[in-house]
């Protein structure tokens, strides 16, 4: 499910816990060219390689990172927000 403008309920979930980088930005921008403009996916990230990466690799593209929400079991939810035209250089 996604929320317009982040209303309309939880965001959709993106589970990149079990790849590697590069494949959880891959996974990510993957549920990202699914959404409309200004819907909204939660992309869990595990700490390290692909939290440092994957949220500046989100804002390269030109999408919006509307919080990072410390799940305190080694993981995040990082809450986007696709821009319209946003497609990276």
């Not at 309309?8 to 590697?20: E, L, M, N, Q």
């Not at 929400?69 to 946003?86: P, Q, S």
């Amino acid at each position: 499910m996604t929320g317009k403008d982040g209303g309309g309920g939880p965001p959709r979930v993106v589970d990149t816990t079990g790849a590697r980088c590069p494949m959880t930005f891959v996974l990510a921008k993957m549920a990202l060219d699914d959404l409309e403009d200004g819907e909204v996916v939660a992309v869990r990230l595990s700490e390290g390689e692909a939290l440092a990466n994957v949220p500046r690799s989100i804002k390269e593209e030109g999408h919006k990172i509307l919080k990072l929400v410390d799940n305190g079991d080694g993981t995040y939810d990082l809450i986007v927000r696709k821009t319209e035209g946003a497609d990276g250089p």
